[in-house]
């Protein structure tokens, strides 16, 4: 399921790092590519998942936080397609929604925060 988290990209897991990471990714290619790419997209927009307005800026947080860790990244996000979601995200939702997911996460967030 595509989902920006939108947390501090500190308290996410490495699995969920990456995760979040590609699905910047594979959001943009949908939205561009994807015959119902914009259906799709507005989709998680209703569901508060997405805010394409945050969708450079989110990635750039990501994918500092993977290279602090050690991880490959070579793959720059640009984004000047339709808006989708914008204002739709809920981090504090979120933030406790991926918390009851994933012991990981949570006890990085213990740890950090
Ligand atoms: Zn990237
Ligand atoms: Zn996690």
Redo the contacts with the bound molecule.
């Keep these: 399921m595509t989902r920006m988290w939108c947390v501090p990209p500190e308290i996410l897991c490495d699995d969920h790092l990456r995760g979040e990471?590609?699905e910047?990714?594979q959001l943009v290619g949908t939205i561009l590519n994807h015959p119902y790419g914009e259906a799709i997209a507005a989709g998680h927009a209703e569901k508060g998942n997405i805010d394409t307005s945050r969708l450079e800026e989110r990635?750039d947080e990501?994918?500092e936080e993977m290279e602090r860790r050690g991880f490959n990244?070579?793959?720059?996000?640009e984004y000047d397609g339709p808006a989708f979601g914008i204002g739709a995200i809920d981090v504090d939702h979120n933030r406790s929604d991926l918390l009851n997911r994933c012991d990981e996460c949570e006890d990085r967030a213990a740890k950090r925060y």
């Excluded at 990244?73 to 996000?77: A, I, R, V």
């Design positions: 990471h590609a910047h990714h990635h990501l994918a990244h070579e793959s720059p996000l």
